[in-house]
């Protein structure tokens, strides 16, 4: 029990490699969180982690059953649903980092089996958490156009998928938070440059309320960028998610006169969005309440994920050029 009185939480992450160490790290050190080990498929890993941050390392993600309340998965996206669906089943809540499974059979089933046994489901899409998102959140309320570019350079994780899966699919969760209309169009482009998967990719979304949001993703730039900016009829709202920066414009009619354009940058008290991701989803277990990022929305933004890549490899196929049997 907590000085509160709540039961502590026991919790595991499953993955602790480049991503999941984070998990350790920060649940290790979160009040009302007992963290009883981390698991890996390479023990040298889950020992080195585990040591760093004074719990155990698990051999057998098996051997967790009936010792932990929660999971933490983050195992590449192809173990997801095999390595998450045996604690949904036993009823234990769930942190799957996104994307939700590698197609939505799998993510439908893991969505099914969540509700079936009344498990917490959460999705790691860390962006929501992002503090200049949170504090643009209630002005984004009639966004007409949407530009966002999440660019990175080449990684030497997360190729077994699209960079629509790796990279958009967070702005691809953003842009559906915010926009509340189905999408009726999609253009896209999709090139393979240094994988036989699309390493770019462009979409041009077009909504039901005739909102349109361009994303753009790269996996082999030389630079990095994470922005996304909103024009809606008399604001403009700016983030940088990279450096949680925030700028809002406001079109300024006077009685009299010429209206102006006035703003400028917003202070944002920056955080971890990871941790208050963790926070949402231990606060959602506790408290017998959804987490922000639903197994639901997990789903919604694969599914569009797919859509998104489904279009860039029939363009590619329309213009003759073959692309290699993808599962997502
Ligand atoms: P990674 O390859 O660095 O780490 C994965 C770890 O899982 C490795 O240590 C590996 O040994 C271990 N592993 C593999 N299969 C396993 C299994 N069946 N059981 C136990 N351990 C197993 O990958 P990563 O970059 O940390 O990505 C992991 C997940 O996190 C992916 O789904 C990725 O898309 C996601 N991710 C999310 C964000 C975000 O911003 N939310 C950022 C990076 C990665």
């Not at 008290?269 to 639901?296: H, K, M, N, Y």
């Amino acid at each position: 029990m907590t000085a509160q009185g709540d039961r502590v939480l026991r919790v595991a992450v499953i993955g602790v490699g480049h991503l999941g160490r984070h998990h350790a790290r920060l649940l290790s050190a979160m009040p009302g969180v007992d963290l009883v080990g981390v698991v890996d498929a390479n023990l040298q890993r889950a020992r080195e982690i585990a040591e760093a941050h004074g719990t155990s390392a698990v051999t057998d993600a098996a051997a967790l059953a009936g010792v932990v309340d929660a999971v933490v998965v983050a195992t590449p996206t192809e173990s997801h649903a095999e390595v998450a669906s045996p604690f949904l089943e036993a009823g234990t809540a769930v942190l799957i980092e996104k994307p939700l499974a590698r197609s939505l059979d799998e993510a439908d089933a893991l969505v099914a089996l969540a509700r079936a046994r009344g498990a917490t489901l959460a999705v790691g899409h860390t962006e929501r958490f992002n503090p200049a998102l949170s504090l643009a959140r209630p002005m984004l309320t009639a966004p007409r156009f949407i530009e966002g570019h999440r660019l990175g350079t080449f990684p030497d994780r997360s190729l077994d998928i699209d960079v629509v899966f790796d990279l958009m699919i967070h702005d691809i969760d953003v842009v559906l938070s915010v926009v509340d209309a189905p999408v009726v169009t999609i253009d896209a482009v999709g090139v393979p440059v240094l994988t036989p998967r699309f390493d770019i990719a462009n979409v041009r979304l077009k909504f039901a309320n005739g909102c349109i949001a361009n994303l753009t993703a790269s996996r082999i730039s030389r630079d990095r960028t994470r922005k996304i900016r909103f024009f809606q009829p008399a604001s403009y709202v700016s983030i940088d998610f990279a450096e949680q920066e925030l700028e809002v414009w406001r079109l300024v009619r006077p009685p009299a006169g010429a209206p102006s354009i006035e703003g400028g940058p917003v202070d944002v008290a920056r955080d971890e969005p990871l941790r208050r991701e963790l926070e949402d989803f231990i606060a959602a277990v506790s408290g017998r309440r959804d987490a922000t990022v639903t197994g639901e929305a997990g789903r919604r933004a694969l599914e569009l994920a797919q859509r998104i890549t489904d279009e860039m490899v029939s363009v590619r196929q329309e213009g003759g050029t073959s692309v290699p049997p993808r599962e997502i």
